[in-house]
């Protein structure tokens, strides 16, 4: 099982989602954003957390136009897993493998601590290891986590299901209290908190384990 | 030849920096105010032949998130 965790010139949660992929039994390779090809064989890519080229523009604006994220939506256009998480959940909206778009949080604070989420589906590589309905203690640190999409999307993504996560106590604003989504194919996912630091006990907590392990079974099993 | 890019939020899109400013000269005693929006200026110096059309593929492709904002060119 093989994973690649991008990294882009400030990225920062790069090892931290390379660690909960190799927890979790994946080989990991770390890509750099100028490379333009994915290792052979990767089953799943990370895009990490961080402020990629400075969050210039908008953030993750000048990442998806990167070398390596035309690989990253070529991988996803095939039917590829990826997980883009934080900042990588930014660039995933702006390439547009996933709808909507990340604003400034309503409350213009840049917000650090542990938060409740809501597993509103089960129905996923990533939240098969959850119950629809589970509240876990996941860390979310940003300033630009305010998702955004239009009725018609949002009316979308509730019907499809494609909601992943929700937010108990909705911090920055999002639309519908949306803390992640899936892809069409279910096979992308992308969100706001970070399940890869909530993944060993010195990071307060392990709630965020399941999202790889049952990528890992699922990966293991195909 | 310049061009000159407004980036906006769309109108429906909640602008909390703007409305921060325009709490802030409320509270200057600027009751006038009755909305802010913030958007960014990117001033493009452009080599000979450039055209607006190819400043639109650039606001599409990268300067504008359609998504959330609109964008007017000004070439000059």
Redesign the interface.
């Known amino acids: 099982m093989k994973a690649a965790v991008v990294v882009f010139p400030g990225s920062n949660c790069d090892r931290d989602l390379a660690v909960a992929f190799e927890q979790a039994g994946f080989d990991v390779s770390m890509v750099w954003h100028k490379d333009s090809a994915l290792p052979a064989g990767v089953d799943i890519v990370g895009v990490p957390g961080g402020f990629s080229y400075g969050d210039y ?2 953030c993750g ?2 990442a998806a ?1 990167s070398p390596i994220c035309k690989a990253v939506i070529e991988h996803a256009g095939r039917g590829g897993y990826a997980v883009g998480v934080c900042n990588g959940f930014q660039i995933l ?2 390439t547009g493998v996933l ?3 990340l ?6 604070k840049y917000i650090c601590r542990t938060v409740d989420l809501k597993v509103a589906t089960a129905d996923s590589v990533f939240t098969r290891g959850y119950s629809a309905g589970d509240v876990i203690g996941v860390p979310i640190a940003h300033h630009d986590g ?1 998702y ?3 009725a018609d999307t949002v009316k979308a993504l509730q019907d499809q299901d494609r909601v992943a996560f929700t937010y108990e106590d909705n911090p920055n ?1 999002s639309v519908a209290d949306i803390a992640g989504i899936l892809s069409e194919n279910r096979r992308v996912l992308g969100m706001m908190p970070h399940p890869e630091r909530a993944a060993d006990e010195g990071h307060g907590g392990t709630d965020g384990t399941a999202v790889f392990r049952a990528l890992a079974g699922m990966v293991a099993a195909a | 030849m310049k061009a000159r890019v407004h980036v906006m939020l769309k109108n429906g899109v909640l602008d909390p920096q703007g409305e921060a400013v325009r709490h802030a000269l409320g509270a200057l005693g600027f009751d006038k105010v009755e909305g802010v929006r913030q958007g960014k200026v990117i001033d493009l110096d452009l080599a000979a032949g450039a055209t607006e059309a190819d400043v639109t593929a650039m606001c599409e492709k990268l300067l504008a998130n359609t998504v959330i904002e609109s964008y007017s060119i000004e070439m000059q």
């Open positions: 523009l908008r604006a000048i136009q909206t702006e709808p909507g778009a604003l400034r949080n309503a409350g213009l305010n955004f999409a239009d604003g």
